[in-house]
């Protein structure tokens, strides 16, 4: 079984910043990516920032140059560093696991970002 928790969010003004941490635990093998998606109230969920096993990563536009993903302290560990957070970065920001035939959800963390 595996488990997927996030842990983070918050209330922060507008120009501030929070950073998103995501812990996976259980009988995971062979992770190819772990990623940062995001729903806002009456829209889809969207990727906000991804990392594949070898580094590389991947933002959305709206976030590049204001977010960074990296790889946490401890193993299957990955974080999201938000600066310069706008009202419209507000949503729950959820954690995925891609391990090639299946993916894996935490249940999400609520980011608000009052103007």
């Known amino acids: 079984q595996v488990h997927v928790m996030e842990s983070g969010g918050g209330l922060v003004q507008a120009g501030g910043s929070l950073r998103l941490s995501c812990l996976a635990s259980?009988?995971?093998?062979?992770?190819?990516?772990m990623g940062w998606y995001r729903q806002a109230p009456g829209k889809q969920r969207e990727l906000v920032a991804s990392m594949h096993s070898g580094g590389r990563t991947n933002y959305a536009d709206s976030v590049r140059g204001r977010f960074t993903i990296s790889r946490g302290n401890a193993k299957n560990m990955v974080d999201l560093q938000m600066n310069s957070l706008k009202p419209e970065d507000t949503a729950v920001y959820y954690c995925?696991?891609?391990?090639?035939?299946?993916?894996?959800w935490g249940k999400g963390t609520l980011v608000t970002v009052s103007s």
């Open positions: 259980g009988s995971i093998f062979n992770i190819k990516i």
């Open positions: 995925n696991l891609d391990v090639g035939w299946t993916n894996y």
